[in-house]
């Protein structure tokens, strides 16, 4: 008997430019899918991540790239209306936690508003039965809740990105309830890995000690050393997307490695992959961490890297996401290190 031809699923991201949305449309072309990725228009290239997956533009292949914004329904609409995806990740946002007190209401309409505006789309092209629904939340919604956090712990965001975000969650949970649309929100902790965009700080770190390891540069000025994270590896993050999308019920899950360290620590575990070893002295402002072999200050603080509110200690309980969805980190923070500051060496010697 002759097999019956299987259609490819189709998955809809937004964020496709990013760090996370350039990974999940990797993974998802590697099961098959074919991924429409969704891309702001701008002045200059914004597609760096993604550019190997349309090479030729006269070859058709799975993947499809089509410009659009969160803030615009009509596009939203006339996109998903033109596709029917099967799985819709919504991981466009104003993703940086101290700009989205500079563009307060753009982080709002992006990231809270523009989640009601994927919803509202499926509802108006009555696409509940068909199509699933991720959104990228966050581990900021927890804001100064007490670590560990979990699926049950209180929502305190300490920011404006925070604020939209947990808009976002609750919208989801509505709009599950309410209409029976497939959502899930992944509570995902801060996760890392080389395309880390370079004003975070890992990757900021990261860059430096390859800078400073090539000679390029003497020191790295950063903010508050004392923030805790819970910091995992991208790629594993992004398996936990679409596991949440092949159940059979639609939940929210935390996805964390149950870890956390300083950035002070993080620093210390960065410049050791280029074999220095950091000391710190002074307090405060005048806080300077030094190369212990030969004195050299390395790292300063400055104060424009605060923020209005600080976020002290994030640390997740990802129990919930181990029992139902069989998922588990499988990097450890000292490979991803070591594999970021190599990867910025690598860049580094090439330009
Ligand atoms: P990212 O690297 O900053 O990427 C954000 C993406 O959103 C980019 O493609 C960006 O486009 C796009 N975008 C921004 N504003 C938009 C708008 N108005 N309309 C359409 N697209 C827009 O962020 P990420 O680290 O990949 O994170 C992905 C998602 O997960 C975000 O929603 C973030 O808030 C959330 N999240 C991230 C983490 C983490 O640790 N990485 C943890 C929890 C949750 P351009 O390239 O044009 O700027
Ligand atoms: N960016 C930055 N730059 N942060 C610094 C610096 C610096 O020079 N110095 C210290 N920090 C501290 C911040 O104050 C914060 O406590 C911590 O480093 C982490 O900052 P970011 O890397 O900017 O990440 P974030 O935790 O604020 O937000 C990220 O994780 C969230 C999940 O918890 C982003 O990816 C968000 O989109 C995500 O939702």
Not at 247 to 263: E, H, L, M, N, R
Request: aromatic share 12%; charged share 25%.
């Amino acid at each position: 008997m002759k097999k019956k031809k299987q259609n490819k699923k189709i998955a809809l991201i937004t964020g496709v430019t990013g760090q996370d949305g350039s990974l999940l449309a990797d993974f998802l072309l590697k099961k098959n899918y074919k991924v429409i990725g969704l891309k702001r228009r701008s002045s200059t290239f914004n597609t760096q991540r993604i550019d190997h997956l349309y090479t030729d533009i006269q070859k058709p292949n799975n993947f499809k790239p089509y410009y659009g914004d969160l803030t615009d329904s009509s596009n939203l609409i006339r996109v998903i209306q033109s596709t029917k995806p099967d799985e819709i990740y919504n991981l466009g946002a104003q993703s940086h936690v101290h700009t989205s007190f500079e563009t307060p209401e753009y982080t709002a309409n992006a990231d809270a508003l523009g989640t009601l505006r994927i919803l509202e789309a499926i509802r108006i092209l009555n696409l509940q039965k068909k199509t699933k629904f991720y959104q990228a939340s966050t581990s900021e919604i927890f804001g100064n809740s007490k670590p560990p956090q979990n699926e049950n712990t209180s929502f305190r965001p300490e920011s404006p990105y925070g604020t939209a975000k947990l808009y976002a969650y609750w919208i989801v949970k509505n709009y599950r309830k309410a209409y029976d649309i497939f959502a899930c929100n992944g509570i995902l902790f801060n996760h890392e890995g080389p395309k880390r965009g370079e004003t975070f700080v890992t990757r900021k770190i990261t860059r430096a000690v390859a800078e400073i390891y090539l000679n390029k540069r003497r020191t790295v000025f950063l903010g508050n050393l004392n923030a805790k994270r819970d910091w995992g590896y991208a790629k594993d993050y992004i398996r936990s997307m679409w596991m949440m999308l092949q159940q059979k019920k639609p939940d929210d899950y935390v996805i964390a490695t149950g870890k956390s360290c300083t950035v002070r620590n993080f620093v210390e575990k960065t410049f050791k992959v280029v074999g220095i070893n950091i000391a710190w002295k002074g307090k405060g402002l005048n806080e300077v961490g030094y190369n212990s072999k030969n004195n050299q200050v390395l790292v300063k603080i400055d104060k424009n890297y605060f923020r209005p509110n600080e976020v002290y200690h994030l640390r997740g309980d990802y129990k919930k996401a181990k029992k139902i969805l069989k998922w588990r980190p499988k990097i450890s923070l000292d490979e991803m290190i070591k594999e970021m500051v190599l990867n910025d060496i690598k860049i580094l010697k090439k330009s």
